[in-house]
């Protein structure tokens, strides 16, 4: 039986450092072709269901300045270059920032339509209640697709599945901690799959990669 729960263990770890790896990246594209195909919808008259809602928000954040016909293409132009940013993971600066005006104007309703917004029995919300309430769900996705590529963010494990590697592997040292650095830096990996191939944690990793980038690469060799 504890044969059978190691190979348990050892997949479930496997199966997170995919999720660690990868997680951030299927997040991001799954939320940049929801903002793509909503906001390709709102290019034509009748089609999504969001336009009178568009129209009504836009006209009490712009006191009526901007007519509603420019208003909805304006929201589906930004939403659809966002949902294309996210999607390629190019431009990420600038589809984060405009990611949060947007969010800005998602989210508005709430203090500015509230009545229109929960119009159901007992103060239910209606479905353009139920339409604007989802996105608190997309708010929160947008903020770990920040987190996890915005200035070099990413998720990083505290650990690392056990593997024959780190049973056979060195005491640490200078020269080989500066050759898993330079490892890292060659072979071009994604640094969760080198971790988990050579058995050691991202954040020892990381300490490693930090030392390096600051000069330290003669230190760690002269270290034994």
């Known amino acids: 039986m504890s044969r059978i729960h190691e190979r348990l263990l050892h997949v479930e770890d496997l199966i997170h450092c995919r999720f660690v790896t990868h997680g951030i990246a299927v997040l991001r594209i799954a939320v940049g072709a929801v903002f793509l195909g909503f906001g390709a919808l709102k290019y034509f008259p009748g089609v999504s269901p969001a336009e009178d809602l568009v129209h009504s928000t836009t006209d009490l954040l712009t006191f009526g300045l901007v007519p509603g016909g420019v208003s909805i293409v304006a929201v589906a132009t930004l939403e659809c270059f966002i949902g294309a940013c996210l999607i390629s993971g190019r ?42 309430l989802k996105d608190v769900i997309l708010v929160a996705a947008g903020m770990v ?80």
């Open 145 to 224: 697709i920040a987190a996890g590529t915005f200035r070099g963010g990413r998720l990083v494990r505290g650990d690392s599945p056990p593997s024959s590697d780190v049973l056979d592997a060195p005491p640490p040292g200078g020269e080989h901690e500066r050759r898993r650095v330079l490892e890292g830096v060659s072979e071009q990996r994604l640094i969760g799959e080198l971790c988990q191939r050579r058995g050691i944690a991202e954040s020892e990793f990381d300490h490693w990669h930090g030392m390096a980038r600051k000069g330290a690469v003669p230190t760690l060799s002269r270290r034994r």
């Open 91 to 132: 431009l990420m600066r600038w589809a984060i920032w405009l990611l949060a005006l947007l969010f800005v104007g998602i989210l508005s309703p709430l203090v500015l339509l509230p009545g229109r917004l929960f119009a159901g029995s007992y103060g239910a919300p209606t479905l353009e209640g139920q339409y604007v």
